[in-house]
Each structure stands twice: as C-alpha cells, then as structure tokens.
C-alpha cells in the first residue's frame, strides 16, 4: 500500500529514524539541505520523489541524488537543474518518468540513454543547442520539451519504438525573434501525436520524418516557417493537421505536404501570409474538413476536393469561393467577414449544402441564389444583410434559422426586417440573439405560429435573456389582443428590470398573477392594494355586498360563510352581473373574465379590515386586553416552546388576531419546520398588514433550524446564513419587515442583528433597536453582534482558532463576508455613552462613527482581529481604559502616544498567535509591548502585558 510522507524543515528530526513504509515522499525543505543519503537511509523505500515547494534550494538533480534512492521510480522537480554526467545505469534502471527538471548544459540530454525504464520526460531546455538520440530499445512512451533560445534542434528518436507523443513547446508565451534550426527530426512509426510551438521562428532544414506513421495529430506553430524543398513531413496519414505560421507577411511554400500520405481535417492560419491553398492542398484530396483563418493575402483557388464537407473560412472574399463547385460533397459551410456577398453563384453549385452560417458581410438583401436554395436546413445569420432578409418561400428545406446581431468583433446597429422569417415554409426553429435597442423590430414575435419554437436573448445579457423568453411565453398564452401583446412586449423589452416598468395597467398585472411570475408579484400586489382601496371608495363592502372568490383567498371557505352568514353579503359561485366584489387571491384563474371597468376588485386585506370593524373577535375587543388574554396569548406566542405555540394559533383561531400578534406569528412562520403549523398561521395573517408582508406571509422563504445552532461540522453556525438571508431580502420584503423580522429573530435566539447592524440609514426603527442596548452609561455592541454564541463553551483550541483565523471560524462557509458595523451616531447626543463594549464583535477595522462618543473612558476592543488603530482615535480625548488583547496588531500603535488620560491599557495576546504554536514565545511567537518611550510618558498608565 502506498505511503506518503512530507520532509520539511521543523520535522527534520524524522532522518533519525528508518522509515521503510514510505514510498512516495515530498521533499519541501526551504533554507537547510540534509545530505541526500541521510535522507535516503531514513526512506530507503522511496519510488516516487517530490520538489513541492518553491521556496526550496534548486537541488540538482544528479548521481548522488539518484543513488540515495535506488527504488525511485517517478521523479517530480520544479526547476531543479539536471546533472546525469556522473549517472550509472544501476543507479536510474527503475527510473520511468521525469517531469520539471531544467537542462542549462545540451551535453546533459545526451546521458538519458543511461535511462533504460524511461517511458516520460518533461524537461525545461534553456538556450545552445538541443541534440538527442534515443538508442534502440528506448521504452520511451511521452516527450515534452520546454525551450528557450534554442537555436539548434536534432532529435532522433526513431529508436524509440513505443514513443507516442512529441511536444516541444516555448518555454515563455512571447518567446522572442530569435531563429530555432531544425537539422533532424526523426520519428518511429508509433508515433501519434506532434506539437511544436517553439514561439520563434523556424528553419526546418530537413523533413519531418515520421516513416509510415498514422498521426492522430499534427501541430506545428512558428512566427516565421522556412521549409526546404521537399515538404514538410513525411507520413502515411495524419488524421488532423494544425499549421499557424506567416505572421511577419512571409510566403507559405505550397510544397509543404508533398510527402504526407492523406489527412482528413486542416487547420490552417496563415494570418497576413501570402499563400496558394489549392497548390497546398492538391496532396490531400482525401481531406473532409478545413478551417481557414486568413487575413486577405493569400489566394484560395480552384480548389479540387471531392470528399471536403465542412469549410469554415474567415477573412476570405466570398468571390475567392467559386471553387468550391468541385466539392459536391459540401454540407457545411461558415464564412465570418467575406465582404460583399453578390449574386453567390457557387450556392446554386453546391446541392448537398446543409448547414450555412454567414457572419459579417456588407449587402443589403439574402442574396437570391440562397433564398432558392432548398437543400438547407440551417440558415446562420450574424451582422448582416443590413436592410432585408428578402422572401424565403423558396427554401423549402430550412427549419432553423439563426439571426445575431453582432458578431466576434462585437454588436452592430442594422438590423434586416424580422417579420420575413415568417415566409421559411418549413421553420420549425428560431433563434434570436439582439441587442436591447432592438424592441421596435421584433413585434412580429407576438404573432409567431405556435409551430415555430423560439428562442431569444439580447446580447452578452443572459439572465436578461431568459427573463424575456419566460415574459414572451406568457404573453402569447394569456387571452390577451394582439395590441395588448406588443404594447407589452415593448414596455418589457425596454425594462431591464422590474423596477424600470413603466406604471403598468390592470391586465397586464393580472396576466402574470396568473402565470405565477414572481419577479412582477411584488408590483402586481401593489398595484391591487391601490386598486382595492380605490374599489372601496366607490362601493364600501356590506350587507348588500355579493362577493367572487377569484384564485386563492387567505381566508378558509368555511370561514367566509361563516363570515358572509353573520354579516350578511353574500358569495357567488359565478362571476355574473350579480357580483359587487371581487377578491383577488394567490394564483387567479381566467382572469380575462374580470371587467376592470365594472368589477370592483378587492384583496384580503381590505376584507380583514372590513371583519374586524364589522364584526370584531373577542381578543381583538378591548375587554380581552383588560382581562389579560392578550397577555397570555403573547407570552405563548413568545416563547421558544413550540407546544406554545401551536396552543397559542388554535387560541387565535377562534378568538381573532391584533396587530401586536402580527410579528411574534410572522417569526413562528419563518422558523417552524412544522408545514401543518405554518399554514395555520398564514390564514390567521391572511390580509393583514401591507402588500409587502402579505407576499412575505405568502412566500416559501423560511429560516429553520439549519441556519442556527451547530453546523454539519460540529460547530456554530453563527451569523453568517442570516446576514447572507437577510441582504438578499430587503428587496423583496421591505426594509422596514427586514428589520422588525431580525430584531424579533435576535430577541428569540440572540443572533441575526449583524444586517442590521451594517446599514448606513438611520431610521427610526434602527435607532429604536440599538438604544435597547445601552446599559446604564455602556453600549453593549457586543451583546448586539452575537458573536458571543461562535465562541460560547469553546475549549482552548476552538479559542486560538477563532482568534487566529476568524474568518473561518468565526462564521460559516464564508456567508459572512467583511461585514462593517456603524454604532447608532446619533446616540451619543441623546444618552451619556461612557463606555464601549466591542469585544467579539468580528472587527478587523473600528466601526463607523466610534468617534462621535466623545465622553467614553472606557473602550473593550478585546477579541477581534485589529491590525491597527485609525488617527480618529485620538478624538476621545476622555479615554482612560483600553483593551486591545487578543488582535492582530504587529506594533505598538503609535496613536495611543495621543491618548493623555489613559490609565490602563491591556496588550495582552494582542497579536495574532502561529499556526500550530498558538501563544507559544518558545516558537516564535511575538508580543506586542509598550516601548519604553511611551512608559516613560505614561508613568501613571498599568499596562498588562504578555509574561
């Protein structure tokens, strides 16, 4: 069984003991080298070797090393220098892979042959000349070669009769102007993959002799390629081949594949080369694949490849393509900035074609060989035509098309007339990619044969995207008019987000109630709340009311006919001319039968208030508060016993709700994981309060017991689910209920304030709440935090942890982030504030505004993760105590030179303590002491300090 070990400076000691299990061992010493046959005696088992840290020494690579080790099998470095001059063959006969080392002398190459095992090299070549010879029998299997002003290259390697794959490769990405001279490359016929990407310029003074090999792959990329008569390879066939050369204006030879066999696909980038692709193509007629990536200088031909299917060209005129009649076999076709398409004959030539994306050209119209083409079925169309698609009733064929508005080199302004997509006969599939100043054009999508599939997104905006295509579906399957689908449409498209909507009518917030889009929920439940009150100024709900129940009500069905028998209105199953109100609830159903003009549309809210006036329960009568059954029932609702709790809801049920009750239910809602206790309580909340808190009481977004308490590791979870909940929330519901919610959360499980604690707007409410935590003349911000609970009943490692490494253990899985506190500023004008408690309270900076309170003398910063101390602090010029213990400073802050009135101050554990060795002085750890130039300005000043 394999055994791993890791040597590092402060285990040493481990190379007085044998260690025989080990065999795969990591050498990651930084400042000392131990002899190598210490190190070998203490491991004599080792097969493979690891250099895994950069801060070692370059320890060569060299007979000493390797007879330290003779097991050694894999050998992994990062740098190290190669030294095989003084290698015996003994000493390497298990070696098999090398990988990282660095050749800085040519001659080195040359002792590999003293390697018989070797079946992998990775080495780093650096300048002079690279020669190697592989003898026979060579089991060399992989050769990667990383060069650097390598200027001579001869490599035979056809002795090595398993070696599969060369890679030669620059050692540096801009690898320079210098001039690589291949004399000899030789290669035995079991090779399948090539790649030579010096990143320099390359003479190749001799073919590429691979003998009859079957390549997989071949690459070859080179600033500047001179090639001497007679090509560039030799070969029996290579399935791929990948040549990027040309970029100083050069001429490719046409000879370059000559000698090679038969290749299936061409990968060939001349960039600002000349070239002549028929003369170096004619070879391969067995090619059925090019991708060319041209720049306009070289000429494409009469080309003549009878098995070609798929040509991507870019930067090719289209008028260069005319020979492309020779390739019958044609399916595919892509063409990306061909410049002026004209009449485009060829198409008419290439019966087979299947597949057509053209990508950047100039006309103004599809031209009209295209649209009578009736053998393809894909149609690409990106930046172009500019003014007309042209009539497409002719391509009989096509049944996905594809229109973009922009292309590689970015997004353009024209764009054709759309609405002619709809004379393609046979679409079945549309795709549209646009910008968002593209709306005007794209109303014929509202009145798109339901056939036709479409997908559609706006440009480098994809969640843009996917909303729009969500908003287009609704809209072509409400019953809404073909007027009320575009102005719709257009008002959306416009809208990049919800808040950016125009004030929208009925119908269309009724339209997505009904769909169940929750994006528009908040703005739908806004716009019935205004409407229910207006509904109610014209006719107010009594005994002569006749109410229609439309989607799903707060209230239960049995409790509206209670309600309707004992005040009086009435409930039609029928939506007839009888109806007086109707009540909008959570996911109506055929909305289109509302008349907004004669139906008064009401919501729960306005039937709670009209109940509650009309026909008030009994704990919502004033004699219920006076007889203490309020009390009770608040007392139940506030305690942290669920049975309370589900005694206290069947209390409510029969006696009624107040407004007192309304946030102590809405905190049981949220945390209980009990689904039967929740429903209870959301028809008890049914109607009560705004339109935001009837969406929150709606809403499936609940904070149970996996956000508190011990995480799956055993360990606190603290703050961080709640802080994280709660930012992503005050949109949603407010943030005035985001604020009673996590006060009302704290006051039940003494966490979740920290939200709270970070905004920057002073409301009533807030101040309100951090008033609360003003204890006499102290403010506790520690007990607001609640950080207290991630450090509650730790034991001392837990305690290091977290004073060394907050940021992992101080919350969970980093949904905390950074967060910043801002003590209450107006507070210290309204309370005498003469104390600060803000010890564990996560800081690694002082909270906003510490300098208005002027008038403490006291300051705990115990417990957090300071690293210094802001100028500002000086502003307290009445401060006589400070603990700054357990931080993170590394000196003695020299704004406390500042503070004249100081009488104490506490420094202990003031650093941040070392990994593994916590407070340990014996292994370096450092205490921060007040240096004597500040004892001698503070005589009268105790300072407790580290022993």
């Not at 890791?6 to 061992?25: A, I, K, M, R």
């Not at 209980?672 to 959301?682: N, V, W």
């Not at 935590?773 to 102290?778: A, D, H, K, N, S």
Request: charged share 25%; aromatic share 8%; net charge negative.
């Amino acid at each position: 069984m394999t055994k791993k070990a890791s040597l590092y400076e402060y285990d040493l000691e481990q190379l007085e003991q044998v260690h025989p299990e080990v065999t795969n061992l990591r050498y990651r010493v930084s400042d000392v080298a131990p002899d190598w046959n210490k190190i070998g005696r203490a491991f004599p088992n080792v097969e493979q070797l690891y250099f895994g840290s950069y801060l070692e020494p370059l320890r060569p690579i060299d007979a000493e090393m390797f007879s330290a080790f003779p097991n050694l099998k894999i050998l992994n470095c990062e740098t190290n220098p190669l030294e095989l001059s003084e290698v015996k063959p003994e000493m390497v006969k298990n070696l098999k892979a090398i990988r990282g080392a660095v050749v800085t002398q040519a001659d080195q190459l040359g002792y590999l042959k003293h390697c018989p095992a070797l079946t992998e090299i990775y080495l780093d070549v650096e300048k002079g000349s690279l020669a190697l010879e592989l003898p026979e029998g060579s089991r060399l299997q992989t050769l990667h070669l990383r060069v650097d002003e390598v200027d001579r290259l001869a490599l035979n390697l056809s002795g090595a009769k398993e070696l599969t794959e060369l890679h030669l490769y620059g050692l540096h990405y801009n690898g320079g102007s210098y001039m690589m001279q291949v004399e000899q490359l030789l290669l035995p016929d079991s090779i399948k993959k090539i790649s030579i990407s010096p990143n320099c310029q390359m003479q190749i003074e001799r073919i590429i002799d691979a003998g009859n090999a079957e390549l997989n792959e071949m690459r070859l990329e080179a600033d500047k390629l001179t090639v001497a008569p007679g090509g560039l390879i030799r070969a029996k066939s290579v399935k791929e081949v990948h040549l990027n050369v040309g970029l100083d204006g050069t001429e490719v030879a046409s000879d370059l594949f000559c000698q090679l066999g038969s290749a299936e696909r061409l990968m060939f980038l001349p960039h600002n080369a000349s070239y002549n692709l028929t003369e170096l193509v004619a070879p391969l007629q067995s090619l059925t694949s090019i991708y060319l990536f041209s720049e306009g200088k070289g000429v494409v031909g009469d080309l003549n490849l009878p098995h070609l299917d798929h040509l991507f060209a870019t930067g090719v005129p289209f008028t260069q393509l005319d020979g492309l009649k020779n390739s019958p076999k044609l399916t595919k076709l892509e063409l990306r900035d061909s410049g002026e398409l004209g009449e485009a004959k060829v198409l008419s030539a290439l019966t087979n074609l299947e597949y057509l994306q053209l990508e950047g050209f100039t006309d103004a119209e599809l031209p009209l060989t295209l649209r009578q083409h009736s053998g393809i079925t894909r149609l690409r169309v990106s930046n172009g035509p500019t003014e007309q698609l042209g009539d497409l009733s002719a391509m009989t064929g096509v049944t996905e098309i594809r229109i973009e508005q922009f292309s590689h080199h970015g997004p353009c302004t024209a764009l054709p007339a759309l609405e002619q997509l709809l004379t393609a006969p046979s679409l079945k599939h549309l795709n549209l990619n646009l910008t968002a100043q593209s709306g005007d054009r794209t109303d014929f999508l509202m009145h798109m044969p339901p056939e036709i599939e479409v997908e559609f997104g706006i440009y480098n905006q994809v969640a843009r995207s996917e909303a729009l295509n969500k908003q287009r579906r609704i809209l072509l399957n409400a019953p809404l008019t073909l007027e009320q689908r575009q102005t719709y449409w257009q008002q959306l498209y416009h809208a990049p987000k919800p808040r950016d909507l125009p004030e929208m009518d009925g119908r269309f917030h009724l339209t997505f109630l009904e769909a169940k889009y929750s994006p528009f929920k908040k703005h739908a439940h806004a716009w019935l709340r205004a409407n229910a009150e207006q509904a109610l100024t014209r006719r107010a709900l009594g005994s002569d009311t006749v109410l229609f129940v439309c989607g799903k009500s707060g209230f239960k069905v049995t409790e509206l006919k209670a309600k309707a028998e004992e005040l009086g209105f009435s409930i039609s199953k029928k939506l007839d001319d009888n109806v007086t109100h109707v009540l909008v609830g959570a996911n109506p159903k055929q909305t289109e039968l509302l008349d907004l003009q004669q139906h008064l549309l009401i919501d729960d809210t306005a039937l709670s208030q009209w109940f509650e006036q009309a026909a008030p329960q009994f704990l919502q009568q004033e004699q219920a508060i006076d007889s203490g059954m309020v009390d009770t029932v608040m007392t139940m609702l506030n305690s942290p016993d669920e049975a309370s709790h589900q005694v206290a809801v069947e209390m409510l049920a029969q006696g009624g709700v107040t407004e007192v009750m309304w946030m102590p239910l809405f905190l049981i809602l949220k945390t209980t994981s009990d689904k039967a206790l929740r429903k209870s309580i959301q028809q008890l909340l049914a109607g009560k309060g705004d339109d935001l808190f009837q969406l929150a009481v709606k809403d499936r977004i609940f904070f149970e017991s996996d956000l508190r308490g011990l995480n799956w590791e055993g360990n606190p979870t603290g703050e961080g689910p709640m802080f994280k909940k709660l930012k992503g929330l005050t949109k949603r519901w407010g943030r005035p209920l985001c604020i009673d919610f996590s006060k009302a959360y704290f006051d039940r499980y003494g966490e979740g304030l920290v939200w709270l604690l970070t905004q920057k707007e002073e409301c009533e409410r807030r101040q309100a709440i951090t008033r609360s935590f003003v204890e006499g003349e102290c403010l506790n911000w520690n007990r607001a935090c609640g950080f207290e609970l991630m450090v509650k009943d730790a034991d001392e490692e837990r305690l290091i942890n977290c004073h060394g490494s907050p940021d992992i253990y101080m919350q969970n899985s980093f949904e905390l982030g950074k967060p910043k506190t801002r003590l209450p500023q107006a507070l210290p004008e309204q309370m005498r504030i003469t104390e600060l408690d803000l010890h564990n309270t996560y800081l690694n900076a002082l909270p906003a505004n510490f300098e208005r309170y002027q008038q403490v003398k006291k300051l705990n910063l115990n417990f957090n993760h300071l690293e210094k101390l802001p100028p500002k602090l000086a502003e307290l010029t009445e401060l006589e105590e400070l603990d700054l213990s357990f931080n993170h400073f590394t000196e003695f802050p020299k704004v406390l030179f500042k503070l004249k009135n100081l009488k104490k101050l506490d420094l202990r554990r003031a650093a941040e303590p070392l990994y593994r060795w916590g407070y340990d002085a014996e292994q370096g750890y450092e205490s921060i002491r007040a240096p004597q130039k500040f004892r001698d300005a503070f005589p009268d000043c105790e300072i407790l300090e580290d022993a």
